[in-house]
């Protein structure tokens, strides 16, 4: 768990010092870093509709348990 975390934070700290290089001139990486923000919102609001609509989620195929039963 404390190696997640350690990747998580160096993930993040990565993207803020892409953020601010591409605030002081590298306009091509604007694009790319925007990426990962929209797909974030795109998924917020299908969960939000899903939930509005009453659409259950998807529900598991698989059951190990009851699989390491048969055997």
Do not use: C
């Amino acid at each position: 768990m404390r190696v997640t975390r350690l990747v998580i934070a160096f993930g993040v700290l990565l993207y803020i010092f892409l953020w601010v290089l591409a605030a002081n001139g590298a306009t091509e990486l604007v694009a790319p870093l925007l990426i990962p923000g929209v797909l974030a919102v795109m998924i917020a609001l299908g969960v939000a509709l899903n939930r509005w609509m009453g659409i259950a989620p998807r529900r598991q195929h698989f059951d190990d348990a009851s699989h390491e039963k048969e055997r």
